[in-house]
C-alpha cells in the first residue's frame, strides 16, 4: 500500500486550498457540501496528477462546460488548472469516443446473445454474474466504462486507497471542528 | 539442502524444537502415538507453501522413513494401508504431508543420503505409527477417509503440487536408476491410492497428474495425498497461476540448488525455464509455454498410466518444444485453462472437473490459439490484481470467487462514497462559512484541552518527538488507529506549516502539546475505532461525537 500519511498530506494541501478559494458564502447547506464534496474530489484526483484514469475522468467531468459546478471547478483548479485541464481534454474526447464503440460492442454482443439462447451451463452463469458486477463498479467508479478489466481493477484499487484517505481525513477535521465548535 | 541440514533438521525433529511449525507437530504426533491429527494436519498445511520446503526439510527424516518404508513394502496394500491407517491414526495428515515435503526436499537433494538418514533417524519415530497397520485390505477405505476432509486434501493437493515440482528436479538432474526403479515401482503402487483419490473427488491428485505427465513418476511415487495437497493448493489459485506448477516443475528440472528449488517453488514465482518473464506471476510468456507444456503432460498422463524415466530428462526439452507448439496446443491450453477458471471455486475434492476438462476440449473447439493465449493471460492477470483488492477490501480474505469478491468490492466502494458524502455534509453543517480555520481549529483544540499557547504550528518535526512518548501509553487495541490519526493531525499540522510561517518554542510546544495530544488522539482514535468497525460492515458511519469528549 502506498504511504497513508504522504498521500493524506497532499490531499489535505489541496484541498484545503480548493476550500480557500472557493467563493463563499453559499446559502443552502447542500450547496456547501457540494462545494466541499468537489472540492475534496478534486483534491483527491489532483493528488494523482493525472497518473491515474480515473482521477483524469473526475476532473474532467467536473470540468465540462455544461455542468453545475464548473466555476466551482476552475475557482478550486485555479491556476493549477491548465495542465490537468489539458490532459483531461484528451481523455473526455476519447472516452466519448470509446463510449461510442463500447455502446455499439455490447449492442451487437447482446443481439449474438439472444441468438444462443438461455446459458444452462454453470459457468456461463457465473460469468454472466461477473459480468453484471463488473458493470456496477464500471458505474461506480469514475471513468470506467472506458476502461478494459485489467485497468478496471487497478483502478478500484487506487480508487478505494485514495476514498480511504479522503474518508480519513475528512472525519478528522470533521471531529476537530465539531470539537472545536464544542 | 545439505546433509548438515537434514542431520540438524532430524535432530531438531528429535527435540521437537520447531524449525517451522510443522516439524514440532509432525514429531509430538508420532511421539503421542498418533494422536488425532487431522486438525494438526491441517494447520501444518496453513504453515504456508513457502514453509513447505523448508519444513519438509525438517520433516525430510519423516518423509524418508515413510518413504522408506514404502519402498520396503511395495505391496500396494501395505503402501497404501499406511496411507489409510496414517488417516485412522490420525496422524497420516501429518505423515503425509511431511512424506511429501521431506521426499521433495530429499529427492531434490538427490542424494540417497537423505533416505538413509531419513530411514535411520526417524524409523524408530514412525514405526509404531507406521507398521501398526501391516492389513492389507484397509487400503480402499482408509483411502476414502482422505476426502472427509476437504481442506486436507487441499492441502495434500498443495504439497503434492510441491511433490511434482521437486520430482521434477530430482529426476531430471539425477538420472539415478536405482531411485528411478523405486520410483517406478512406487509409481505402480501409488497409482491404486492416485485414482481412489480421484474417485473420491481429489481432483487435485488428477489434475496434477494430468497437468505434469512428465512428472507422473514422481507424482505417482509420492503419495497420492501429498499430490492432492498439492493440487488442491494449486486449485484455487488454479486460475491465477495454473502456470505456476510448470514454473516451478521447470525450475526443478532446471536443477537449481536446492535451496534455491524449494523457495521458487515455494512461492511459485519466478520463471520458466528458459523463458524469462518479469517475476511477476502474469508472465505472458511463461505461462503459454506452461499452459502447453501442461496441455501435452495432460495427454499423456492421461494415456499412460506409467511413464518411463526417460521423461524425467525429457521435460526440459519439452519445455523448450512446448514454447514453441505453444501456438498450436492452443486448444489444449484452453481447454484447460478454461477448465480451470470455470473450476474456479472449485475445492479439490472436485473430482468431475478433472475429467471434465477432457471432455471440454472436445466440446470447446474455441477459437484460434493466440486468442486463448492471450484470453489465459489476461485471466491471470486480472486474478492477480483481484487478489490485491482482496488485501485492502476489509473481509474479502475468506471469499473466493470472482462474483463474491465483485461484490464485496462493489459494496465498500458504495459505504466509502456514502461516507463521503456524509461527511461532507457534516462539515457543510458544522462549518457555515466553509473557511475551515484548520489553524483555530487545532489552536482551540489545544486551548481547550490544556492552556498552551496559542501557537499551533511550527511543530512538525517536534510531533514526532510526541508520539513516541504517546505510544507506549495508548492501549494496545488504538494502536492501529494511532498512526492513522496520529499522521491525520500531523499531516493537519504540517500543512499549516507550510502555509504558515512556523512558530517560535519547537521543543517548547512539543512538551505542552503532549499532553493535549494524548488527549486529542485519545478521542480521536476512540472515534476513529468505533467508526471503522461500522465501515467495515458497509454502513454509512452515523456521527459518533459521543465518542468524543
Not at chain 2, 506471476?281 to 499423456?300: I, N, T, V, Y
Request: aromatic share 6%.
Amino acid at each position: 500500500m502506498r504511504p497513508h500519511s504522504s498521500l493524506k498530506q497532499e490531499f489535505l494541501k489541496e484541498w484545503i486550498k480548493g476550500l480557500q478559494r472557493c467563493s463563499f458564502p453559499k446559502k443552502s447547506i447542500l450547496e456547501r457540501k457540494k462545494a466541499i464534496k468537489l472540492s475534496a474530489d478534486i483534491a483527491m484526483a489532483s493528488a494523482r496528477n493525472g497518473t491515474t484514469c480515473w482521477s483524469r475522468a473526475l476532473i474532467s467531468s467536473a470540468a465540462k462546460d455544461g455542468s453545475d459546478n464548473n466555476h466551482l471547478v476552475k475557482q478550486i483548479l485555479g491556476p493549477e488548472s491548465d495542465r490537468p485541464a489539458v490532459e483531461n481534454k484528451a481523455p473526455a474526447r476519447q472516452a466519448s469516443v470509446c463510449k461510442k464503440i463500447l455502446k455499439r460492442s455490447c449492442r451487437i454482443r447482446r443481439r449474438g446473445r439472444r441468438k444462443c439462447g438461455a446459458a444452462a451451463a454453470p459457468s456461463s452463469i457465473a460469468k454472466h454474474l461477473v459480468k453484471k458486477r463488473r458493470q456496477i463498479l464500471r458505474s461506480l467508479i469514475p471513468g470506467g466504462e472506458f476502461m478494459n478489466e485489467i485497468c478496471l481493477i487497478e483502478e478500484t484499487l487506487d480508487y478505494i486507497t485514495s476514498l480511504r484517505v479522503q474518508v480519513d481525513v475528512m472525519r478528522s477535521l470533521a471531529t476537530a471542528s465539531v470539537r472545536g465548535t464544542e | 539442502m545439505d546433509k548438515g541440514e537434514k542431520d540438524k533438521y532430524e535432530l531438531e525433529n528429535r527435540n521437537e524444537n520447531s524449525i517451522n511449525y510443522q516439524a514440532p507437530v509432525m514429531s509430538s504426533d508420532w511421539q503421542f502415538g498418533g494422536a488425532n491429527l487431522t486438525s494438526a494436519g491441517m494447520s501444518l498445511v496453513p504453515s504456508g507453501n513457502p514453509l513447505a520446503l523448508g519444513s519438509s526439510c525438517a520433516s525430510a527424516s519423516v518423509a524418508d522413513s515413510f518413504g522408506s518404508n514404502l519402498w520396503e513394502h511395495p505391496s500396494n496394500s501395505q503402501n497404501l494401508g499406511f496411507c489409510g491407517i496414517n488417516v485412522q491414526n490420525g496422524a497420516s495428515s501429518s505423515n503425509a504431508m511431511g512424506i511429501g515435503k521431506s521426499t521433495l526436499t530429499s529427492l531434490r537433494s538427490g542424494v540417497d543420503r537423505p533416505f538413509d538418514m531419513g530411514w535411520n533417524a526417524a524409523s524408530s519415530m514412525l514405526k509404531g505409527g507406521f507398521f501398526l497397520p501391516n492389513t492389507t485390505g484397509i487400503l480402499p477405505q482408509s483411502l476414502s477417509q482422505f476426502p472427509a476432509d476437504s481442506s486436507f486434501i487441499e492441502r495434500a493437493a498443495r504439497f503434492s503440487s510441491f511433490n511434482g515440482g521437486n520430482f521434477g528436479d530430482m529426476v531430471s538432474p539425477f538420472g539415478m536408476p536405482e531411485s528411478m526403479g523405486l520410483y517406478t515401482g512406487g509409481m505402480g503402487l501409488m497409482r491404486g491410492p492416485e485414482d481412489m483419490f480421484a474417485a473420491n473427488g481429489m481432483k487435485s491428485v488428477s489434475g496434477v497428474e494430468s497437468q505434469k505427465s512428465k512428472l507422473n513418476v514422481t507424482e505417482a511415487t509420492r503419495d497420492a495425498c501429498l499430490q492432492v495437497e498439492n493440487r488442491a493448493k494449486k486449485s484455487p489459485g488454479n486460475d491465477r497461476r495454473s502456470g505456476s506448477l510448470f514454473r516451478a516443475n521447470e525450475e526443478a528440472k532446471q536443477g537449481a540448488g536446492g535451496s534455491g528449488n524449494e523457495s521458487d517453488e515455494a512461492e511459485f514465482s519466478g520463471h520458466d525455464g528458459g523463458q524469462d518473464e518479469p517475476p511477476s506471476l502474469d508472465g505472458a510468456g511463461g505461462e503459454p509455454s506452461a499452459k502447453g507444456l501442461s496441455s501435452k503432460k495432460r495427454k499423456r498422463s492421461l494415456q499412460d498410466a506409467e511413464i518411463d524415466q526417460a521423461k524425467g530428462g525429457q521435460p526440459p526439452t519439452e519445455a523448450a518444444k512446448d514454447g514453441a507448439e505453444n501456438q498450436h496446443k492452443g486448444e489444449q491450453k484452453q481447454t484447460t485453462s478454461v477448465n480451470k477458471t470455470t473450476g474456479k471455486q472449485v475445492s479439490p475434492a472436485s473430482h468431475p472437473p478433472k475429467e471434465e476438462y477432457i471432455h471440454v476440449r472436445a466440446r470447446r473447439g474455441q477459437a484460434t490459439n493466440s486468442h486463448s493465449l492471450a484470453e489465459r493471460v489476461r485471466r491471470e492477470k486480472i486474478s492477480e490484481r483481484m487478489k490485491f483488492l482482496q488485501d485492502i477490501v476489509p473481509g474479502c480474505s475468506k471469499v473466493t470467487g470472482k462474483a463474491v469478491m465483485l461484490d464485496e468490492i462493489i459494496n465498500y466502494v458504495q459505504s466509502l462514497q456514502r461516507q463521503v458524502e456524509f461527511l461532507s455534509m457534516k462539515l457543510a453543517t458544522v462549518n457555515p462559512r466553509l473557511d475551515f480555520n484548520i489553524e483555530g481549529l487545532l489552536a482551540k483544540d489545544i486551548i481547550q484541552s490544556r492552556a498552551g499557547p496559542s501557537s499551533t504550528l511550527g511543530f512538525s518535526p517536534d510531533l514526532s518527538v510526541g508520539y513516541p512518548a504517546l505510544h507506549p501509553s495508548q492501549p494496545g487495541l488504538f494502536q492501529a488507529a494511532l498512526p492513522v490519526t496520529g499522521s491525520n493531525t500531523d499531516v493537519i499540522r504540517r500543512s499549516l506549516s507550510s502555509q504558515f510561517t512556523s512558530m517560535t518554542g519547537g521543543l517548547k510546544e512539543s512538551n505542552q502539546l503532549s499532553n493535549p495530544w494524548e488527549d486529542e488522539l485519545h478521542n480521536v482514535v476512540q472515534m476513529n475505532y468505533g467508526t471503522s468497525a461500522p465501515s467495515d460492515d458497509l454502513n454509512v458511519n452515523g456521527p459518533q461525537p459521543s465518542g468524543n469528549t
